[in-house]
């Protein structure tokens, strides 16, 4: 079964002054939702972490490059996607082809540091990670009484072993 969901993208130049446009998209549709003010604020860091490495390490200084956000509105989160390679992506299929990030995995994708998705990692419920093509970071947090419920469900699970 395919949940419906709202779909909104944003293009912008990769360039700094341009995070701005994305955190105030973000907080508006956050609000909307039904996110909490910290929820929120973790919403944008995290966001604005992510497109901040697009721009610092997607494109070469000579490069006019642009980064794509995009954000999934279902009823019980919010998905949020950010690709560097300059195209529009249809959100469906790029998120089929995305898989989850591992402590263990590769970490030349995560280019410096590689600290920008630790803190990702830490303020979102689940965080993958696409490296074909661009990077693309895909970001999901759940409303909190969504996530709460979704938690009890697994650990209430009886254990038949």
Do not use: W
Not at 38 to 57: F, G, M, V
Not at 83 to 95: E, P, T
């Amino acid at each position: 079964m395919i949940q419906s969901f709202d779909y909104i993208e944003l293009k912008i130049p990769a360039k700094a002054e341009f995070l701005s446009v994305i955190r105030l998209t973000l907080s508006g549709i956050a609000s909307r939702m039904g996110f909490a003010y910290d929820e929120i604020e973790d919403l944008k860091i995290a966001t604005s972490e992510a497109c901040t490495n697009a721009i610092q390490h997607a494109y070469t200084n000579n490069e006019h490059g642009e980064v794509i956000v995009g954000f999934g509105l279902y009823g019980n989160r919010l998905e949020v996607m950010v690709a560097d390679n300059g195209k529009s992506f249809d959100f469906l299929s790029a998120k089929q082809g995305i898989g989850r990030y591992e402590e263990n995995d590769s970490v030349e994708f995560l280019r410096e540091g590689g600290l920008g998705l630790y803190l990702i990692e830490s303020l979102m419920d689940e965080v993958r990670i696409h490296n074909k093509e661009g990077v693309t970071v895909f970001m999901i947090k759940y409303l909190e009484g969504e996530r709460v419920e979704r938690d009890v469900k697994t650990i209430s699970k009886p254990d038949n072993s």
